[in-house]
């Protein structure tokens, strides 16, 4: 489908959700979450995407729902719900999705936008980057599964400290409190994400796929676990990726996975 506020591109393995409402720093309207979800189902549908990179044209990742387009005041009640089920459905997808999610923050990622960053499965950041979530302060609430996902990740007396007091945190310190997974210098980030992604989209995707979806659920319990995980290993066992794997160790060499 032709997108207006996005750019979807797919380079062999790695596909990117650039998002492309540069001039109000990427902000968050109906179309940009209907273009988001279009390009999230887009790639999981193709078989050689391995990895989802987000990210965004500018100075921006995004910086959340575009104040202004609120501003006029023009939804009913029951529409300002179905753009929030909207918002939350965005960050559901990231969540689920059977291929890993990358987000790549190379400039301000606020409300809505930190939350589509914490959704997925890494966040790669611009040292100069920031992230924060100003919700509490502006008499609104944070949304996607956040309150879940972010004490996971950081801890829950900083996980408060974010939700509640709107500090915000670049990527050097986000990096340090297990928020990001790294920070670059600016002008080897993009080297950076490249090279991590590349690193993600060789690994085995059935493989990928079963550790992203036990990861991404904390509440499993060990009984569970322990069933879930060997029925994994018992369905990864019978592919032709599983082979190679065994003789690449044997023959000592890189396996290069097919999905099979």
């Known amino acids: 489908m032709p997108y207006e506020t996005i750019i979807y591109t797919r380079r062999d393995a790695p596909a990117e959700i650039r998002f492309n409402r540069s001039q109000r720093l990427n902000a968050v309207v109906e179309q940009f979450c209907h273009e988001v979800l279009a390009a999230l189902h887009a790639a ?14 500018g100075r921006a990742f995004c910086v959340g729902a575009d104040l ?3 501003g006029k005041g023009e939804r009913t009640p029951r529409q300002q719900r179905d753009y929030l089920v909207l918002g939350n459905e965005v960050c559901r997808r990231i969540q689920c ?7 790549a923050v190379n400039g301000f990622a606020s409300g809505a936008g930190a939350e589509m960053a914490i959704s997925s499965d890494f966040i790669l950041m611009k040292e100069s980057a920031l992230l924060w979530l100003p919700e509490v302060s502006i008499g609104t609430f944070i949304g996607g599964g956040v309150s879940g ?3 996971r990740l950081v ?11 709107d500090r915000r945190v670049n990527g050097r310190e986000a990096a340090a409190i297990g928020l990001a997974l790294r920070a670059f210098d600016d ?42 995980e060997l029925e994994s290993l018992r369905a990864c066992m019978v592919t032709a990726d599983w082979q190679e794997g065994v003789d690449d160790f044997a023959e000592k060499r890189r396996p290069v996975f097919t999905g099979r």
């Open 149 to 151: 996902i972010l004490p």
């Open 155 to 165: 801890g829950l007396a900083r996980a408060r400290e974010l939700i509640m007091t």
């Open 97 to 103: 999705s059977r291929l890993p999610v990358v987000a």
């Open 44 to 57: 999981e549908d193709d078989d050689q995407v391995r990895v989802i990179v987000l990210t965004g044209e």
């Open 68 to 70: 202004k387009e609120h």
């Open 187 to 228: 002008e080897k980030f993009e080297a950076g994400v490249d090279e991590f992604v590349q690193m993600l989209a060789s690994k085995a995707p059935l493989s990928m796929r079963f550790a992203k979806e036990h990861l991404n659920d904390p509440g499993r319990s060990l009984e569970a676990r322990l069933i879930t």
